[in-house]
């Protein structure tokens, strides 16, 4: 005889097992008790207990991995807000792990229809670097892919010459990382999508900044999304939009406020320009309508006029390279600002900002 699912108590027995290092077992309880009320929603019960198991390490976390926890943490937060959607008659048809390409066994996380548009959702939480800690350390990026890192790696060397007790390290591009997450949902999306469809590769992201680092991916130079992408191949035509997200930061560094669903979460869905020929403005307006989004807004930002390099041939809008921060900064109220990013003193940052006058 089949056991029976694990029901609210004994999900909440088994997280009070776990050790410390398990991200559940250092949470508000509200935190926790929201994670078992969306499991339950969410989770067909014939599966509940493997589900638990292979997403989350519950009961046995002995492989244990934060990334994978936050990967799975933000497919469920995604999947509960759809779920909350259906509950109130603004979505049909909502399926986990749909097949939409058989014969292959491969699945997108979420399958839902508005009205008259089917919509496909890839939730993707990729791997953000920690950097070392400031004061002791600054690290160094360049902005967008460098055809060459010897002009950063001379300025590494003229900070390190000049200052001591302060290291310099060398940051990752992550734009490798992006090109997986587009490639990836491309091959999940349907391969015969029409003007009724629209997909979407939602990215759970940190803070401000890293939303910032992952437009710079798409937009910045050599990025993605150009014309002069530095993976022409990665084309990706099925993925209509990329949503960034801060989803992850809210499972990362404010679970004492909501986190499993999208309700407070910041969603900045930016139109693939290299995306298939049948995808129709309707399509998004009507599949983007049951999120809280800044679609519109911004696409049609535009921060202050910054000059990235005074000594290029070509002089590039500093701006665009940090349009994310600039839209946090300079486009959402002090009340969205501390609805998204509630535990972020705004004041910091606005008295940190040192902004290049425009030449």
């Not at 990025?223 to 099925?238: D, I, M, Q, V, W």
Request: glycine fraction near 4%.
């Amino acid at each position: 005889m089949k056991e029976s699912p694990p029901d609210a108590a004994q999900i909440h027995e088994m997280i009070r097992g776990l050790s410390q290092k398990h991200i559940l077992s250092n949470s508000p309880q509200t935190y926790v008790d929201d994670f078992v009320v969306a499991a339950l929603e969410v989770y067909d019960p014939a599966t509940l207990q493997k589900t638990l198991q292979h997403k989350f390490f519950i009961p046995d976390e002995s492989n244990y991995k934060e990334d994978t926890y936050y990967q799975s943490a933000s497919e469920l937060s995604v999947s509960h807000y759809i779920k909350q959607k259906e509950k109130q008659r603004l979505v049909t048809n909502f399926e986990c792990d749909k097949r939409l390409n058989l014969p292959s066994l491969k699945d997108v996380d979420n399958y839902f229809q508005v009205r008259s548009t089917k919509v496909s959702l890839e939730v993707k939480c990729p791997l953000e670097d920690k950097q070392a800690p400031f004061p002791g350390n600054i690290t160094l990026k360049t902005v967008g892919r460098a055809p060459d890192l010897t002009g950063i790696e001379q300025m590494k060397e003229i900070f390190e010459s000049r200052t001591s007790g302060t290291n310099f390290p060398m940051g990752k591009n992550p734009d490798l990382r992006m090109k997986d997450c587009l490639e990836s949902a491309n091959e999940k999306f349907n391969s015969k999508s029409g003007v009724d469809d629209l997909n979407l590769l939602f990215l759970s992201c940190g803070q401000f900044h890293n939303m910032s680092e992952w437009y710079i991916c798409l937009y910045g130079p050599g990025g993605l999304f150009t014309s002069h992408s530095f993976a022409r191949e990665a084309r990706c035509p099925k993925v209509d939009l990329v949503v960034l997200s801060n989803l992850k930061y809210r499972h990362e560094q404010a679970r004492a406020h909501s986190a499993w669903t999208l309700d407070d979460v910041l969603l900045l869905p930016i139109v693939n320009p290299h995306g298939r020929s049948n995808r129709t403005s309707d399509a998004i307006e009507e599949g983007l309508s049951v999120f809280h989004h800044f679609q519109k807004e911004f696409a049609l930002f535009h921060g202050r006029e910054l000059v990235w390099d005074k000594q290029s041939e070509s002089l590039v809008s500093f701006e665009k390279q940090i349009r994310v921060s600039c839209f946090v900064m300079e486009h959402l109220t002090p009340a969205e600002f501390a609805r998204f990013f509630p535990t972020i003193d705004r004041s910091k940052f606005e008295k940190s900002r040192t902004l290049m006058p425009k030449s």
